[in-house]
């Protein structure tokens, strides 16, 4: 069947360290995007990608990086700028609907 | 930048009881409209859309949302609450104008409890 699958489920990092988040899609959409969900917040969009090789900065891009080299892959690198990393990650594809991955919960201590 | 506004952070419903969701958007020209329902450390599961065909939008699992231009609203309505219905829900919209550029903005969200 096809889906998005987010990997790990959970994660551990010390801070200052980087950490990068998977994100794979077997559905061939175009699209791919990276949300953040913290509590009372909804879920705010951190980058998105329309097209391989080519991905935008969301509202919250700042202490994150991304690359789209592959159609299938939109990993996720929370850098050691992200002042407040910890967080619950959803990453999403499209083609004429969006289809969101089971996220990664992420825990800086 | 569109965004939408999702009234009451939790509500709590007696089980049978009718479950409203509120949902108001802001833009000038009616977007594309969605609710998301969401479990505990979940991703997020479609409930139902609206993309500007009928106005009475029905989704999954009974649920149902009614856009009105005049109120910018589309509520999210079920008739008779069950115990599974308790949840994290989303509504989310999505400019018509960013066609090329779809992007989903998300409400804050509304929990769900149902109360036996």
Redesign the interface.
């Known amino acids: 069947d096809g889906g998005i699958t987010q990997s790990p489920k959970y994660l551990f990092r010390k801070e200052g360290q980087n950490v990068t988040l998977s994100c794979e899609q077997n559905l061939n959409h175009d699209a791919m995007y990276w949300y953040r969900q913290d509590p009372g917040q909804g879920l705010r969009l951190i980058y998105y990608s329309q097209i391989v090789n080519d991905f935008q900065k969301g509202d919250i891009a700042e202490g994150y990086s991304v690359s789209r080299e592959k159609k299938e892959s939109f990993p996720l690198t929370v850098t050691s700028a992200q002042k407040n990393p910890t967080a619950f990650y959803l990453c999403a594809s499209r083609n004429y609907g969006y289809t969101f991955g089971s996220g990664t919960r992420l825990t800086v201590v | 930048a569109q965004s939408v506004t999702?009234l009451g952070?939790h509500v709590s419903v007696s089980e049978g009881a009718l479950v409203l969701l509120r949902c108001n958007y802001s833009s000038s020209v009616p977007p594309y409209l969605?609710w998301?329902v969401q479990y505990p450390?979940?991703?997020?599961?479609?409930l139902l859309?609206y993309t500007s065909a009928a106005t009475l939008v029905k989704g999954i699992n009974g649920f149902e949302a009614e856009f009105k231009k005049s109120e910018t609203s589309f509520h999210l309505t079920k008739p008779s609450a069950h115990m599974s219905d308790a949840a994290e829900y989303?509504c989310a919209v999505n400019p018509i104008s960013n066609f090329?550029?779809?992007?989903?903005?998300?409400?804050?969200?509304t929990r769900l409890t149902i109360i036996p």
Do not use: A, D, V
């Not at chain 2, 450390?41 to 479609?46: D, I, M, R, S, T």
């Open positions: 999702q952070s969605f998301y450390n979940q991703g997020l599961q479609l859309k989303f090329g550029n779809e992007k989903l903005t998300f409400g804050t969200g």
